[in-house]
Protein backbone atom coordinates (compact mmCIF):
# COMPACT_ATOMS: atom_id res chain seq x y z
CA UNK A 1 0.00 0.00 0.00
CA UNK A 2 1.05 3.68 -0.81
CA UNK A 3 1.36 5.77 1.51
CA UNK A 4 2.70 9.42 1.12
CA UNK A 5 3.14 11.40 4.89
CA UNK A 6 3.85 15.55 4.55
CA UNK A 7 5.22 17.47 7.69
CA UNK A 8 6.72 20.45 8.46
CA UNK A 9 3.98 22.65 7.89
CA UNK A 10 3.12 25.35 10.79
CA UNK A 11 2.63 29.20 11.66
CA UNK A 12 5.19 31.34 10.54
CA UNK A 13 5.39 35.08 10.03
CA UNK A 14 5.04 36.50 6.72
CA UNK A 15 8.54 36.77 5.13
CA UNK A 16 9.86 33.52 7.03
CA UNK A 17 10.82 30.63 5.77
CA UNK A 18 8.89 26.71 6.07
CA UNK A 19 10.52 23.36 4.48
CA UNK A 20 7.85 20.88 3.66
CA UNK A 21 8.89 16.82 3.55
CA UNK A 22 6.75 14.50 2.21
CA UNK A 23 8.19 10.74 2.96
CA UNK A 24 7.09 8.12 0.58
CA UNK A 25 6.65 4.13 1.02
CA UNK A 26 6.74 3.58 -2.27
CA UNK A 27 9.37 0.49 -3.29
CA UNK A 28 10.55 2.06 -6.29
CA UNK A 29 10.73 5.92 -5.24
CA UNK A 30 12.86 6.79 -8.85
CA UNK A 31 10.50 5.68 -10.72
CA UNK A 32 7.82 8.42 -9.65
CA UNK A 33 7.48 11.74 -10.48
CA UNK A 34 6.32 13.61 -7.19
CA UNK A 35 4.27 17.18 -6.86
CA UNK A 36 3.27 19.52 -4.63
CA UNK A 37 -0.37 21.19 -4.34
CA UNK A 38 -2.43 23.59 -1.74
CA UNK A 39 -5.61 23.90 -0.86
CA UNK A 40 -5.95 27.53 0.07
CA UNK A 41 -9.32 28.07 3.16
CA UNK A 42 -12.57 27.95 0.60
CA UNK A 43 -10.78 27.53 -3.09
CA UNK A 44 -10.06 24.63 -4.85
CA UNK A 45 -7.02 22.70 -4.78
CA UNK A 46 -3.94 24.16 -7.25
CA UNK A 47 -0.53 22.42 -8.38
CA UNK A 48 2.51 24.59 -6.90
CA UNK A 49 5.41 22.45 -8.10
CA UNK A 50 6.30 19.11 -9.55
CA UNK A 51 9.96 17.18 -10.17
CA UNK A 52 10.79 14.67 -12.18
CA UNK A 53 11.73 10.86 -11.30
CA UNK A 54 15.58 12.18 -11.42
CA UNK A 55 15.15 15.67 -9.97
CA UNK A 56 16.60 16.89 -13.21
CA UNK A 57 13.55 18.94 -14.07
CA UNK A 58 11.30 20.91 -12.25
CA UNK A 59 8.43 23.00 -12.60
CA UNK A 60 6.33 25.60 -10.63
CA UNK A 61 3.86 27.80 -10.84
CA UNK A 62 4.12 31.61 -11.26
CA UNK A 63 2.97 32.84 -8.24
CA UNK A 64 5.87 30.70 -6.12
CA UNK A 65 8.59 31.08 -8.70
CA UNK A 66 11.75 32.66 -7.36
CA UNK A 67 10.44 31.86 -3.24
CA UNK A 68 9.63 27.99 -3.39
CA UNK A 69 12.28 24.88 -4.43
CA UNK A 70 11.29 21.15 -5.12
CA UNK A 71 13.59 18.53 -4.65
CA UNK A 72 13.51 14.57 -4.12
CA UNK A 73 16.27 12.84 -2.41
CA UNK A 74 15.44 9.44 -3.88
CA UNK A 75 17.89 7.36 -1.68
CA UNK A 76 16.24 8.49 1.61
CA UNK A 77 12.18 8.17 -0.18
CA UNK A 78 11.61 11.81 0.31
CA UNK A 79 10.88 14.77 -1.90
CA UNK A 80 10.94 18.71 -0.03
CA UNK A 81 9.67 22.15 -0.81
CA UNK A 82 11.48 24.84 0.59
CA UNK A 83 9.71 27.92 1.14
CA UNK A 84 10.65 31.34 1.58
CA UNK A 85 9.84 34.56 1.71
CA UNK A 86 6.07 33.48 2.35
CA UNK A 87 3.27 35.32 2.11
CA UNK A 88 0.02 35.24 4.10
CA UNK A 89 -1.85 34.35 0.61
CA UNK A 90 0.43 31.02 1.27
CA UNK A 91 -1.81 29.82 3.63
CA UNK A 92 -3.05 26.15 2.86
CA UNK A 93 -2.77 22.99 3.21
CA UNK A 94 -0.21 21.08 1.35
CA UNK A 95 -0.63 17.73 -0.46
CA UNK A 96 2.08 15.75 -2.08
CA UNK A 97 1.60 13.35 -4.41
CA UNK A 98 3.11 10.37 -6.28
CA UNK A 99 2.52 9.32 -10.35
CA UNK A 100 4.80 6.47 -12.23
CA UNK A 101 5.85 8.61 -15.25
CA UNK A 102 8.84 10.12 -16.21
CA UNK A 103 7.42 13.81 -16.82
CA UNK A 104 7.11 16.24 -14.58
CA UNK A 105 3.02 17.03 -14.30
CA UNK A 106 1.19 19.63 -13.07
CA UNK A 107 -2.44 17.97 -13.19
CA UNK A 108 -3.77 16.96 -9.83
CA UNK A 109 -6.22 13.92 -11.71
CA UNK A 110 -2.93 12.29 -13.18
CA UNK A 111 -1.46 11.80 -9.79
CA UNK A 112 -3.11 8.56 -8.16
CA UNK A 113 -1.34 8.68 -5.20
CA UNK A 114 -1.86 11.73 -2.15
CA UNK A 115 -0.65 12.25 1.19
CA UNK A 116 -3.10 13.36 4.08
CA UNK A 117 -1.81 17.43 3.94
CA UNK A 118 0.31 19.69 6.38
CA UNK A 119 -1.12 22.91 7.35
CA UNK A 120 0.77 26.00 6.60
CA UNK A 121 -0.43 29.42 7.88
CA UNK A 122 1.15 32.63 7.50
CA UNK A 123 0.83 35.70 9.34
CA UNK A 124 0.50 39.29 8.02
Known amino acids: QVQLVESGGGLVQAGGSLRLSCAAS????????MGWFRQPPGKEREFVAA????????YSVDSVKGRFTISRDNAKNTVYLQMNSLKPEDTAVYYC?????????????????WGQGTQVTVSS
Open 26 to 33: LRTFSNYA
Open 97 to 113: AAARTTDVIDTPTMYPY
Open 51 to 58: INWRGSNT
